[in-house]
C-alpha cells in the first residue's frame, strides 16, 4: 500500500539514523550500518554520502564515538547521493532606520525604527538556481540548493555601511557554523566594498574557497539583478574556476564571463568548457583565507 513506503522510510534496522527507505532507494543495506559510512561520496560532490542524508545540527541526533551529535536532515533539503548537490548559505545586511510619524489624535508625532531586510529575492535565487539546473543539456547532473533561513542557516546580520575583509573574516568565522564547513559555501549580501564605493561587486578572496562576498553598494533593483549574476561568479571562483580559459584569453570580456560564470544576462553556466569538466567536486571545499 502507499503508506508502506513512508513507513519503511521511518524505520531504521540497523539503527545508523539512516531512514531504511533512504538507504534503500540509493542502494545501500538497510541492515548493514556501516554503509553509508562517513568517507564515501558517492556522485563525487565533496558532500559525503552520510551527510546527503543528515548534518551534524538539530533536531534528531546521532552518536559517533560515544558522543551525541545533533543533525539536520538534509535529505529534506533536496540532497541525494546519486547527483552532485551545492549548498549555499547566504546571509544578509539588515538597516534599522528611524522615522516620524504624525499622531492626529495626540497632537503630536510619534519616533520610532523598523529594521529594512536586504536579503536575497526569491527571483534572484530562482534565476542562480536555473543557472545550474541548465546544465543538465549538456549530460551535467548537479543541483544547487539556498539556505536563506530555509535550511536553518542563512540569518540577517549585523549592518556595516561598508565591510572591511577582517570584518568578512569575522562573519565567516562567527556567523558560519563550523559543522557546515566542507559541506555548504557561505555567502554575505553586504553595502559597500572596503574601499567604500558604491560599484556593485564581489570577492572570493581565493580560488577554490568556500565563501564570498557579495556588495551591493546602493540598492536598486538593477544592481540586485547585478548582484544576481555577480552571485554566479564568485561562486564559480569558489568552485575553482578563474577568469582565463582555453576557449577564450585574458583581458577579453566574454572569457571572464564564460568561464566563471556568465555576468551578463542571459545568466548561464559554460558547462562543457574544458575548464568546468576539469572541476573536482571530491575535493572537501575550505576556506583558504
Given at each position: 500500500m502507499p503508506d508502506g513506503t513512508l513507513i519503511s522510510s521511518l524505520r531504521d534496522k540497523d539503527g545508523d539514523n539512516v531512514g531504511d527507505g533512504w538507504e534503500i532507494s540509493y542502494g545501500f543495506d538497510p541492515c548493514d550500518n556501516s554503509c553509508p559510512n562517513q568517507n564515501d561520496d558517492g556522485d563525487n560532490d565533496g558532500i559525503k554520502d552520510y551527510h546527503e542524508y543528515c548534518l551534524e545540527d538539530s533536531p534528531g541526533s546521532f552518536v559517533e564515538n560515544n558522543v551525541i551529535i545533533k543533525y539536520h536532515n538534509m535529505s529534506k533539503w533536496g540532497a541525494q547521493s546519486d547527483r552532485q548537490d551545492i549548498f549555499v548559505e547566504v546571509d544578509w545586511m539588515a538597516d534599522e532606520k528611524n522615522a516620524i510619524e504624525l499622531i492626529p489624535e495626540w497632537g503630536t508625532y510619534r519616533e520610532y525604527s523598523y529594521l529594512v531586510e536586504y536579503k536575497m529575492s526569491n527571483e534572484a535565487k530562482e534565476k542562480v538556481i536555473l543557472a545550474f539546473f541548465k546544465a543538465c543539456k549538456y549530460g551535467v547532473n548537479i543541483t544547487l540548493h539556498i539556505d536563506d533561513g530555509c535550511m536553518g542557516g542563512g540569518n540577517s546580520i549585523t549592518y556595516a555601511k561598508k565591510l572591511s575583509i577582517d570584518e568578512a573574516n569575522n562573519l565567516y568565522d562567527n556567523e558560519f557554523t563550523n559543522n557546515r564547513k566542507g559541506i555548504f559555501y557561505y555567502c554575505v549580501r553586504a553595502f559597500l566594498n572596503p574601499s567604500g564605493d558604491d560599484t556593485v561587486g564581489g570577492k572570493a578572496f581565493h580560488i577554490p574557497n568556500d565563501w564570498f562576498?557579495?556588495?551591493?553598494?546602493?540598492?536598486?533593483?538593477?544592481?540586485?539583478?547585478?548582484?544576481?549574476?555577480?552571485c554566479i561568479h564568485e561562486l564559480g571562483h569558489d568552485l575553482g574556476l578563474y577568469h582565463t580559459s582555453h576557449t577564450y584569453p585574458a583581458g577579453k570580456v566574454e572569457g571572464n564571463a564564460k568561464t566563471c560564470m556568465n555576468e551578463d544576462d542571459r545568466y548561464t553556466v559554460d558547462y562543457h568548457s574544458i575548464e568546468w569538466q576539469s572541476l573536482d567536486f571530491s575535493k572537501p571545499h575550505h576556506s583558504a583565507n
Open positions: 562576498v557579495m556588495y551591493m553598494g546602493i540598492w536598486s533593483a538593477d544592481n540586485e539583478g547585478k548582484m544576481t549574476r555577480n
